[in-house]
């Protein structure tokens, strides 16, 4: 998976442009909030950098859209009873997720991956929980990358 700082570099290199570069997460593995300040800041940049808002917001609808459907992927696994499968959809979703600075979804799912490993498998009511903070974890994205005068219509 790419990281905001590389993806910020990539751009100011192709741009020319003296972007901020963003730097990783602090704290991956204990996050308080739903989502990783540094790693939002960081997009705050690109997007104000030359990276531009439709840019970020595009980041945003793919996760939108993937994110759901690989949860799905997670789900269906975890009804199969199938580690392997539930371990590779945890890790994906993860990468989505630490993409945009969802760490406490991340958080999540990195149980849940590391579990699979060891052959466990998410049940339903995990799923659920994880549904949920997808959509928490969406909103606040949405909300905080929102360009001004729009965060009305992004909630």
């Given at each position: 998976?790419?990281?905001?700082?590389?993806?910020?570099?990539?751009?100011d290199a192709q741009l020319g442009d003296a972007a901020p570069v963003a730097s990783e997460?602090?704290?991956?593995?204990?996050?308080?909030?739903?989502?990783?300040?540094?790693?939002?800041?960081?997009?705050?940049?690109?997007?104000?950098?030359?990276?531009?808002?439709?840019?970020?917001?595009?980041?945003?609808?793919?996760?939108?859209?993937?994110?759901?459907?690989?949860?799905?992927?997670?789900?269906?696994?975890?009804?199969?009873r199938d580690a392997p499968a539930v371990s590779s959809a945890a890790h994906r979703l993860k990468s989505m997720c630490l993409n945009l600075g969802?760490?406490?979804?991340?958080?999540?799912?990195?149980?849940?991956?590391?579990?699979?490993?060891?052959?466990?498998?998410?049940?339903?009511?995990?799923?659920?929980?994880?549904?949920?903070?997808?959509?928490?974890?969406?909103?606040?994205?949405?909300?905080?990358?929102?360009?001004?005068?729009?965060?009305?219509?992004?909630?």
């Open positions: 998976p790419f990281t905001v700082a590389r993806l910020a570099a990539a751009i997460p602090a704290d991956e593995a204990t996050p308080t909030g739903l989502l990783d300040d540094g790693t939002v800041d960081g997009l705050l940049a690109m997007a104000a950098g030359g990276g531009g808002t439709a840019f970020v917001g595009r980041l945003i609808d793919l996760f939108a859209t993937n994110a759901p459907a690989t949860l799905a992927d997670l789900g269906a696994a975890g009804a199969r969802a760490v406490r979804l991340a958080a999540a799912l990195a149980g849940i991956e590391a579990a699979a490993q060891d052959g466990a498998t998410a049940d339903a009511a995990e799923i659920d929980g994880l549904a949920a903070l997808l959509d928490a974890s969406l909103a606040a994205l949405r909300e905080r990358l929102a360009p001004p005068g729009e965060a009305a219509r992004a909630a």
